[in-house]
């Protein structure tokens, strides 16, 4: 099992550009996430979908869009780039929600993105 | 507001040298905290879950306590192989889907 797969690795956006960071994992888990690191802070919620058909937005939503048309693929998309939303993005994934002792989440490598 | 605050941001240890790190929450109501370990350029991993004032989980030389108030990662004997960022994270009780709350971290280095 590859787990959660993210790509790209690295990206350079001009302001203004669009561009899409894609997830999927491979453990038929129904619940997704996509989170922000940036340097001192922790991380912080997106967006996030509970399975297909359904996302929902999380802590900072403001510039970016999810779909959610398949089990397996969460993409995030960054519409008009700024320099604010130059950061670490990571997504992650869980199938168990309900017994607490059970959860945890599965996280990707991560797409580190500068915008320009 | 709910809250995670993690201390200290950094510690340098020397091998054998045990510590602990701290995680400290504000919360409506636990539901459950995390702990994550990171290394450079990669996801965070999953360590431990606690959910209830007193208990206890171990793992190697890795140990998580969990008081009403605060959590601590006890490192005992840490190996070089021991240094990444540690995460603390909370989740509120009537929280949906396991959205949590994350702190700054603490990153460990262990010097050989």
């Known amino acids: 099992n590859a787990g959660v797969t993210q790509t790209p690795k690295f990206r350079i956006l001009k302001i203004g550009q669009s561009m899409t960071l894609q997830c999927a994992q491979d453990?038929?888990?129904?619940?997704m996430y996509w989170y922000r690191q940036d340097p001192g802070m922790g991380l912080k919620l997106i967006y996030y979908s509970v399975g297909a058909g359904i996302t929902d937005k999380g802590e900072v939503p403001n510039g970016y869009n999810v779909s959610r048309s398949t089990t397996e693929d969460f993409p995030l998309r960054l519409e008009l780039a700024a320099p604010s939303q130059t950061s670490v993005y990571f997504c992650?994934?869980?199938?168990?929600?309900?017994?607490?002792?059970?959860?945890?989440?599965?996280f990707g490598s991560g797409t580190q993105l500068s915008v320009l | 507001e709910d809250q995670v605050t993690q201390s200290p941001e950094a510690l340098r240890l020397q091998e054998g040298e045990s510590s602990s790190l701290n995680c400290s929450y504000t919360?409506?109501?636990?539901?459950?905290l995390f702990w994550y370990r990171q290394d450079p350029g990669k996801g965070p991993e999953f360590l431990f879950t606690l959910y209830s004032a007193g208990e206890e989980k171990e793992k190697e030389r890795l140990k998580a306590t969990l008081t009403k108030k605060e959590s601590f990662l006890h490192i005992t004997a840490p190996k070089p192989e021991d240094s990444a960022t540690y995460l603390c994270a909370v989740q509120a009780r009537g929280g949906a889907t396991n959205k949590l709350i994350f702190g700054t971290g603490t990153l460990l280095a262990v010097q050989p």
């Open positions: 992650a994934s869980t199938g168990r929600v309900g017994d607490v002792t059970n959860e945890k989440l599965f």
């Open positions: 453990m038929n888990h129904n619940y």
């Open positions: 919360v409506s109501g636990l539901r459950g």
